[in-house]
């Protein structure tokens, strides 16, 4: 099989992430999901539509045409296609419109307010399959805003970062991260293709993000957990807080948050992204200031750092560059194990046929 | 045989287009033609000669250097060349000049202001086989200035984009192209490796252009024609203009122009035009207007989209891709087929030596 | 043997120049060095510690992370290792430190001011075979700063620019260079893989900056040396300077440097360089002056033209572009037959591993 770089070939038997419900409406917004261009929009009835984003006349971009009622002019010659990708009219000459004037739809879903994409050959996986939210829905909670950034970063270095907390003390020591030295506790499971790692640092001074939000004062000391569940490719259920030390975790400040990674081109992603707390709810600018204390440590200090990794890469694949294996690196080997075997078992179904 | 993106090899059996004349004095001006590096200058005598472009000692680009009456010398250590290629110069220790000690010269022609290159091996093609333009030459008409464009795009899809002038209405909504859904009669006919594509919108209002050069009020219906004729590999005469519905042409208000498109590399063209109508040739100001909008049409209409559909290729072979094609592709595809069968010729013409 | 551009693989049995001495302190210091990642830094003993820039657990640049004492903490998880390359500390779970995490170590030696580290797989060759520059020693001598530039060149291409001075009147007309057309005596001799190119260019007005500098009057006749001793892979000694025409070396006004170029990767280099006088030592201002002339120089003459050779052989091999062979291409021709040797020899070695 080909690999380039630190990339993997793509899993495409899965529902992805696409959008964020609310950021799909009435206008063309192309996504680039596995290597496949989508084009997106809500229809009038207010369902989905996802449409390959290539016009199969001239391969000009579908999203740099108009959306007219539920259709798509291309914005190069005129032809426009409906919600269902056949082509309803051809402006020019005897208004010809071949049967094989068509574009390829995607079966969409939403679910917890986020869009989700069959990027498979064949029959869509039954929506059960989708990782579920409840948290979400929790009105109880504080939410920021439903973000998302793309990055120039291949999803397996970020899906490493994300599954391997333990950087936090070193990355980002000034707002995320315990002091460094602070004791870890790691347990992980896998159940199916679901990783679930569990990480405690028991009895130590709160991380400063807790205590600029007023979580917990600095001569405090706390239990800090940070519990990670991850789904193919790169969706994240992160459930995280501080309690006192020795107390029960329902009484304890929560700091979570759902972060997905889809990867768009085998050296890019997109990044879903929003927390949510259950403390000081009503405080008003605390909200912004979690986002652009997020938004600082992404980009000042993981992007760089992961992009260092890539550099330094430099295409190689990652086991032939025989990474040292560390007790910590568990939960990130294993779900690099599922996408390998996702990925082969595509490849041995495709063998088939 | 190699073929890279979208992208063709280059026929060479061909006099190109490398500049107007207007373009080429007393100083060193460099082209990159079908992969070659060529420098370019006038003489004493107003001849222009054309050299390689690259020093055969260090392969130091000789434009870098400087032109000593009718002797180019290198910009790096001083070697120097006469018109004809040979080395006539060496400031250096005994001063040797080797015989290997030449720069390639190419066969230079003068014609209608434009200054034409033979690319081939072999001895040039006679000039007779050069596209005239005796519209350049018609005094009663006004002129915009001689323009030359570059182009980070490959030569292919900027004819594609030429030749099937359909997009105008879609691309250009705000000035050359009619309204959607102009009803539009084509007709193509090829004779030898020319193809003259005729384009027939009758009983419409006014393109903007005409309304805003004041050829035609916003309430004249009028017959709008835009006729295209094509040498390889993108020599375009283009013959257009309005006349009243059911007028004679030889009545209208013509706005029309010369196109060339010239392969630089595989990736890039030079874009050479100028425009010309037959009103309001006094009018103050109108013709810098007209160059204004052309420029503006060009540079944020059609370049964004083809430079669009060369992304989507990605450098897939665009047969390859297979292309929808439809009735107003004809043009384009005859011209593609001519110039594949031009290279294939070549590269059969070379297997025999 | 795979070869790219006009790049060579690298000699790796030998000491290469990393630093000036007083580039390297109490922080790590990147370099990338024939292609291979180093961090420097100095211990405190004094003594310089060169290890792989690279974390063997999940390739972090090092020099991302910080110095704690003599041991290098990694940026991303903590990891720590000493100046030997050793993992003395793993912050996380259970403490384990596998044997395999370590870090390549490098054998460092000061010499003259500059940091040499070996580069082969074996024992390093003795110091002996270090060149040396005994004129950075000298207290007579008015020095500028030592100087380190990046340069996005290949180092043969910078090598061949030194080596051939016949390029300064054409290149430099204005600095360095003697006027276009004077006559020059050069004299080559190799011994072993030390090239001694030695140029005298007698009875002529003297080059600006001798003018400039004081050094002579713009109508004094001179003798002008300039003698250039190489070592590889970029090592260069330059001995220059002028004289009453006649008159004996040793009245002359030297203005001479340490040149030393080194392949970073196969496309980039490292330029450290020092220049230094025997005349108008005090003279306020001189030194910044010649400072800022070289740096000039090299940026918006040699640079640039250094690079278009580069792109105009387009990533072709030297040799088989043919490259005329003039008598003043001795010395250049002569260094690219012992670096072809010296990567030939250590191909052929590792062939009888
Ligand atoms: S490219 Fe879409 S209609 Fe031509
Ligand atoms: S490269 Fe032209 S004279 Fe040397
Ligand atoms: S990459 Fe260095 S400790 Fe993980």
Redesign the interface.
Known sequence: MERSGSAMTFARELWYTVAWSEQIGRSLTPRTIAGD?LVLYRQLSGDVAALSD?C??????MH??SLVDDVV??????LRFDAGGACVH?????G?K?K??RLRRYDVVELDGLVWVWMGAGEPADISTIPRFPELHESSYAFTGAHMMTMDLPIDLIV?NLL?L??A???HPATLGAA??TK?I?SVKKAGNRIQSNRLMPGAPPAFVFQATEAAGPDDIVDYWANMRWDPPGVFSMDAGIVATGGRKEDGRILSSVQIVVPSTEGSSYYFWKMFRNYNEDVPGMTEAIEAAVVQAFSTEDEP?VR??RD??AGRNFWD????????DSAAVQARRVMDALIAGEAAGAGDI
């Not at 199969?56 to 971009?61: I, L, N, V």
């Not at 002019?73 to 005129?78: A, L, T």
């Not at 560059?321 to 910590?328: E, N, S």
């Open positions: 261009h290539t199969p006349h001239r391969f000009a971009p740099l045409g002019q291309c914005g190069y010659h005129g051809n402006p020019h000459g005897n010809a071949p094989a004037a490493d391997d333990s950087h003390a070193y990355l460094q030295g870890d790691t750092m260092a990794v330094r890469m560059m025989r990474p040292l294996l560390l007790p910590q």
